[in-house]
Structures are given as structure tokens and as C-alpha cells.
């Protein structure tokens, strides 16, 4: 930790070096720059095709020709990533989540169909079989216990199935435990030694999670709550040892969610393990922003601005973010 020495007053005014534009930018610590965004994006399925989601002023679930285009646009703009989230058919969510390794699925399709045309930009996906439960849950449900082992074997093969595709990074979102270990040794025996994976490890059971809930369709399918696997808001050791425990299992990179009300769990994690650290600012976080912003009541864009250099200043190495491709935008001037 650096020990700062500073001179009494007069000899040190802090006030020196905000004088000017030019000496607050000499002395700023922290940049956001493009290369720190990964954007989500939500999957339909149909053709040239967008729907508004109504809680997230702004997104939209576009068919796999649009997400394409998104695609492009993101890589055009330089960001490096984009995840995909899909809104899967009722019809075809069921008790034991087949659809969820089906190859071709809605989100492997839109994958496929992204590195055809886009070859350099990553694929993020997410591991987690909520949206293919008929009960909304990341795991399979067996008489109301969401049970933890046969869940892991469901997300093992649903994680091959996004690697076949051409998933560059795969984002376990579910918290079951020992899915981590399960997917690395099982990509390592189907030749995907290079799919990296990006854990959420201290995900927070969070009702910051509501707004997309309703853009993949689970908000009304959801039985119950998380709190069976995803962690307390009230717990911060505890992240530590999720952190900790996902990269001796074979982790690349870690997350942490919700972004701006868990930044003091972002710098621990990257106090102590100083791996690739990632937040995800989540829906609820862009709601708030963007509906504040509509009524006039913050400035939408220096609050979008302010809120993603919170994450840099916190450790993170980048931040999932709805608005990636604007700020992207903003920063290219
Ligand atoms: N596995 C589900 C998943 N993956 C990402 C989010 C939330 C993202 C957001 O709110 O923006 C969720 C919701 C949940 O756990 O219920």
C-alpha cells in the first residue's frame, strides 16, 4: 500500500492540481477505456426482429440476424466482447432443461452465427439453465430442492455444447457448487483446452436481477427465490472463499454481481487474488439509471459515465454493462 507523505498546509493544497483540466488529467489514477466493456445482449428467436424490453429503456431481444449486426457494430467500436442472453420458448422449457444443450439451441445458433461473421469478436455465454427451467431455477429441481450434483452434470454437458459452438469465454452463472472443476476437466477431455471461463463467483442472491428477469421471460416462471445458492447481501467472507475456490477449480477470470452496491467485494477479491476481475453492472443498476435519468432527475449520461469508473477505481480489470456500445460511442468522441 502506498504511504502518501504529505506537507502541512500551505505547503500542500490539494487544490494544486484541480486547477485546470490538464493537471486533473495528470494527476488522474484511473481510465475506463473501450477495451473494459463486455455488452450483454438478449437472443429471440424469429427473423429481423427487435422487442423492447420495457424495464430497460434502450435494450431489446433481437433475432440472431440483428445480434449479428450487434455484433459487428460492438467489434467496429472495439469492444471486445458481447454475452449472450437467450428469451427461450415457453414450450420449450421443461422439468429436466434439455434444451439447454441442444446444439442447436437459440444461443448456440446466434454464437455460430456471430463467428461466422465476426470471427474476432469474443462469445460470452452463460451456464445456467434458467432460461430452459419450467421453475426458473439455475438448477434442476427435484421435489422443490434445486439439487446441486445432477445440476452440475446438466451444465457440464450444457457448457460442451456452448464450446462446439465457438463460445470464446462461458460465464457459469448458476452457483451450484463444483460446476467449475466439472466443466474445466470435461473441456479439457473434448479438445476446448482453449475456452476460457469467467465464473461468477460471488453472485448475490439480488433484486437488482428483476428487469432481466422479465427480458429473458423468467420472471413469471420463477418458483421461490435464489437463496439456496446464490449468496447473502449481507455476506462478504464469504465471496473471498467462492473467489478462491472457483480459480483453484480451474477459473480464468472472476465476477462479481450486482457492480455498483458490491464495489468493496470487487476490491477485496482483487486485493487478494489479483486475478482478472470482472462486475457486472445488472439490470436493476441500468434501470435505476435510465429511469431516473428519463423523469430529469439525475444527468443519465455523467451518471452512466461516473458509475463505470466506480468499477475501475474498485479493481475491476472490466465491467458487463447494458451500456456498452453508448459509452463506447462517447469515449470515441
Ligand atoms: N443465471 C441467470 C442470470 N444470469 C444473469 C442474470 C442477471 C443479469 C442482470 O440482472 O442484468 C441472471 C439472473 C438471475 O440470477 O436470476
Known sequence: MPNPITAPFPATRMRRLKRSAALRGL????????????????VMDGEDAQTPVPSMPGVARLTVDHVVEAAREAHDLGIPAICLFPYTDPKLKTQGCEEAWSRDNLSNRA????????????????????????????GIVRDGVIVNDES????????LAQAEAGADILGPSDMMDGRIGAMRTALEAAGHQDVAILSYAAKYASAFYGPFRDAVGASGALVGDKKTYQMNPANSDEALRLVGRDLAEGA????????????????????QFGAPTYAYQVSGEYAMIMGAGAQGWINEEQVMMESLIAFKRAGCDGILTYFAPRVARLLRG
Not at 119 to 127: E, H, N, R
Not at 153 to 159: D, G, P, T
Open 27 to 42: 494527476a488522474q489514477e484511473n481510465v475506463l477505456t473501450v477495451q473494459d466493456l463486455i455488452w450483454p445482449v438478449f
Open 111 to 138: 454464437t455460430r452465427a456471430i463467428k461466422a461473421a465476426v470471427p474476432d469478436i469474443a462469445v460470452m455465454t452463460d451456464v445456467a439453465l434458467d432460461p430452459y427451467n419450467i421453475n426458473g431455477h439455475d
Open 152 to 159: 452440475v452434470e446438466a451444465l457440464v454437458k450444457m457448457a
Open 252 to 271: 480464468d477470470m472472476v465476477m462479481v454481481k450486482p457492480g455498483l452496491p458490491y464495489l468493496d467485494i470487487c476490491r477485496r477479491v482483487k486485493d
